[in-house]
């Protein structure tokens, strides 16, 4: 009964499609009942541009033997509720690790990446020339506004 609970408050809060125009939440993460992080989400949609944003921390018991940090940020134009994102930066930190990215876009299409450490493995895709592509946060905010995917070469 337990589980069902919280899908559902994840489904309401998560899920339903967005009707505002700026939401600050704070959630705690859990596995098996014991709080490792915490998120905080923040996005602001208006008429013309967005912003979506998530800093993630860990917290509790367990953040002595694990600890992490991770700031998401994307944002982009607006435009009749179409998103279409610009720049998409990340951070990741742990004791051992520190990964940072950014993307940005131009005409609904990614036009350049920036990894630290460099990816070493080479691209089997030629990701530059796909047309509508999306940063996760973006992907995430469109998908709980009830936006469809739509694919184009």
């Keep these: 009964m337990r589980l069902f609970l919280n899908n559902l408050i994840f489904f309401i809060f998560f899920c339903w499609p ?13 596995v098996s009942g014991i ?20 800093n993630l921390k860990s917290r509790g018991l367990l953040s002595g033997l694990y600890n992490f940090k991770g700031d998401y940020f994307s944002e982009g134009k607006n435009i009749k ?12 930190q742990t004791k051992k690790t520190i990964k940072k990215m950014e993307l940005n876009f131009n005409k609904n299409k990614l036009q350049k990446i920036n990894q630290e450490p460099a990816e070493e493995e080479k691209m089997r895709l030629d990701v530059f020339n796909i047309k509508n592509t999306n940063d996760p946060l ?10 469809k995917k739509r694919f184009s070469g």
Aim: glycine share 4%; charged share 30%; with cysteine.
């Design 18 to 30: 967005l009707h505002c125009e700026e939401i600050s939440k704070s959630y705690n993460v859990k």
């Design 35 to 54: 709080k490792i992080g915490e998120v905080i989400w923040e996005m602001k949609l208006t008429e013309n541009r967005y912003t979506n944003k998530l």
């Design 81 to 92: 509720n179409e998103l279409f994102p610009k720049k998409y930066t990340h951070f990741w």
């Design 138 to 147: 973006t992907s995430f905010l469109k998908i709980m506004m009830g936006k």
